[in-house]
């Protein structure tokens, strides 16, 4: 696994549907090394600090792997690496086998898996066309949000080492999943995990635990029906 890519970008204004939006979404490749701090790394910035950046999505990575799909889904667009937001473009660290709370090292830095990157309209700002927000959520490609738990020097073709799995084998691209089908009641178990993950921020959980109350009610129902 490794870094093919390292993006950051500045919130600026750019016009969108006859608005002006603020967005930070444009990213541009750095070749030099560059530091990576516990809220980003230097150089990058997030534009309504709300729904993104803070401690627990400090780093958004997606997978070069995903490129030939979106460039098939979208012929006319050219997409380079950055297109996402991501901080890093990255070969072989995949949301299907990445557990939310494994941990890595890259450059000098270690980081966390906290979760996945839930869609906004920023995206469709960058792609200048509103369905691909929809589109993205549905792919299941949502690239993987991290937590630095070291400060580091970080750069281009910098190798990307497991330093610890998470045990309860939760991926994020199972958090997806278990939003997407949250009515499902074979859901119960993976969200029981996934609420014993440390790394996995407490809005998650707080929804998990909410729809295993949910679902549990609604098994006992029909046991009584």
């Known amino acids: 696994m490794k870094v093919l890519s390292v993006n950051v970008g500045l919130p600026k204004k750019v016009l969108f549907n006859g608005q002006t939006v603020t967005t930070a979404i444009f990213k541009d490749p750095v070749k030099d090394p560059i530091m990576l701090r516990k809220i980003n790394l230097e150089g990058d910035k997030q534009a309504d600090l709300t729904v993104h950046g803070g401690v627990d999505k400090a780093v958004y990575s997606y997978p070069a792997e995903h490129y030939d799909y979106w460039r098939k889904q979208f012929p006319n667009i050219d997409i380079i690496w950055g297109m996402f937001g991501e901080n890093f473009t990255t070969e072989g660290l995949m949301e299907d086998t990445v557990n939310v709370g494994d941990q890595f090292q890259i450059g000098s830095a270690k980081l966390i898996a906290t979760q996945p990157r839930m869609p906004c309209y920023k995206l469709g700002v960058r792609f200048g066309r509103m369905d691909v927000v929809r589109r993205f959520l549905a792919s299941g490609r949502p690239g993987i949000y991290f937590k630095v738990l070291k400060e580091g020097q970080v750069q281009i073709g910098n190798k990307i080492e497991t330093i610890d799995r998470d045990k309860n084998n ?20 993976t969200m029981r995990r996934a609420i014993k993950i440390n790394a996995l921020p407490e809005g998650w959980k707080y929804e998990f635990q909410q729809n295993i109350e949910q679902l549990e009610h609604k098994s006992q129902n029909s046991y009584y029906y």
């Open 170 to 189: 939760v991926t994020v691209k199972d958090i997806v999943r278990l939003y997407v089908t949250r009515d499902h009641l074979d859901n119960i178990e």
